[in-house]
């Protein structure tokens, strides 16, 4: 019999919550930049899993060093010490030449900026075309696929448009479908609210939840916005390079 299911029940061990499925973890990673005869340490000794599923919030001051955070984290910069893990395998350290990684970043990670940065001669669908088509993807099909993500965000009727034609919110929405283009594990994005209303900030945080939930992608959001505390699983907080706590999300209005 069972030793859940007998009398004995009561005192047998509780289930091990699942660990969770750490996707990208940064650990003990610092970044020093030389700005002129200064050195600048924006990260000293941070460790942070990005995982499976999970909706993390990352917070702080301005300088804490949160950008660079994401920046290491997505592989853009190598840390200055320390290692990037994917699933559990190092895949960047300072010695890494990020340049051999950047195929495995357009496959794995995506990302979004406060600024949409689209290519300005190019149009909304052609935008998040490109991004499919230097993944290999055949350009009908690219076409295809740009054009039904960026009906599933609500610009069908703009997929024409060139950036200069589309409001603020629109180019931040066009730049959501590229980064979700090659249906990246890993989504990183830095204050992709701060241009946009409160509706539109939401719909786009309510995607990353749905993100999350849905496709088990692993999402890490710079904000400055409490209106979004709730949607977040946990808050980090940084301050001079490092993590100063963590604690669950879900409480609206507090950062
Ligand atoms: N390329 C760089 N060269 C020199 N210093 C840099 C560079 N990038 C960042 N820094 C410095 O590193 C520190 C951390 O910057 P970072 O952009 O990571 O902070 P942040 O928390 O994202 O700030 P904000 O909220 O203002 O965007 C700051 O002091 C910044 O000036």
Avoid at 1 to 7: E, I, Q, R
């Amino acid at each position: 019999m069972s030793a859940l299911a007998g009398p004995d029940a009561a005192s047998a061990p509780r289930p091990v919550a699942p660990s969770p499925e750490v996707v990208m973890e940064v650990r003990g990673a610092s970044k020093i930049y030389l700005s002129g005869p200064n050195a600048v340490a924006a990260l000293s000794d941070m460790t942070l899993a990005l995982n499976a599923g999970e909706l993390t919030g990352i917070v702080g001051p301005s300088g804490s060093g949160k950008t660079t955070f994401l920046m290491i984290a997505g592989l853009l910069e190598p840390p200055s010490t320390g290692v990037v893990h994917f699933r559990g395998r190092p895949i960047a350290d300072p010695q890494t030449r990020l340049n051999s990684l950047r195929d495995f970043r357009r496959t794995h990670v995506g990302f979004i900026f406060q600024k949409a940065n689209l290519i300005p001669f190019l149009t909304a669908v052609e935008n998040v075309q490109i991004a499919l088509e230097i993944n290999d993807v055949r350009p009908k099909l690219a076409r295809e696929r740009a054009r039904e993500l960026l009906a599933q965000f609500g610009l069908g009727h703009r997929e024409d448009n060139y950036p200069t034609q589309l409001s603020g919110g629109e180019q931040q929405r066009v730049s959501i479908a590229r980064a979700l283009a090659n249906d990246p594990v890993l989504l990183l994005a830095d204050e992709p609210t701060a241009a946009l209303d409160g509706t539109r900030g939401r719909q786009v945080m309510e995607v990353f939840r749905a993100l999350a939930d849905e496709r088990r992608v692993a999402v890490g959001v710079v904000t400055h916005d409490p209106r979004w505390s709730d949607i977040f699983d946990r808050i980090v907080e940084m301050s001079d390079g490092r993590m100063v706590s963590e604690r669950a999300g879900g409480v609206a209005g507090h950062l």
